[in-house]
C-alpha cells in the first residue's frame, strides 16, 4: 500500500472522494493516513478481491479510516484503490461501516 502511495499508484473512488468533502479531508491527508497509519483488518475476497482497513492520521492528526484494495491478480503488480473512508468526528464515526 505505501509503495502504491509512495509511487503514485492509487486512485480515489467517487465515494470516497465524497466523504472526503463532507469531512474536509484531502488527498495528502490520505497519503499520509495510508504512509503513517496501520492496517487493522481486512474483508473478504468477494469477486474484485480482498479489501483492506487502514487507520491513520491526517495530516492535521485526525484519525481516518480508509477500505482500500488493489486491481490486478497481486498488490505487488496492482494499483491501489481508494474505496471509502471516515474520519473522526464525522457523524458517522461511531458507527463506521460504509461499505
Known sequence: MRNCV???RFSIAELALDRMSARDLLTC????????????????????????????????????????????????????VILALDGEGSAHSRHFVPW
Open 29 to 80: 491527508d490520505i497519503e499520509t493516513a495510508i504512509l503513517c497509519g496501520e492496517l487493522v483488518g481486512s474483508v473478504g475476497a468477494e469477486g474484485r478481491g480482498a479489501r483492506y482497513i487502514v487507520e491513520g492520521p491526517s495530516t492535521t492528526g485526525q484519525k481516518v479510516r480508509i477500505l482500500c484494495r488493489f486491481t490486478g491478480a497481486s498488490f505487488k503488480h496492482g494499483d491501489l
Open 6 to 8: 509512495d509511487s503514485g
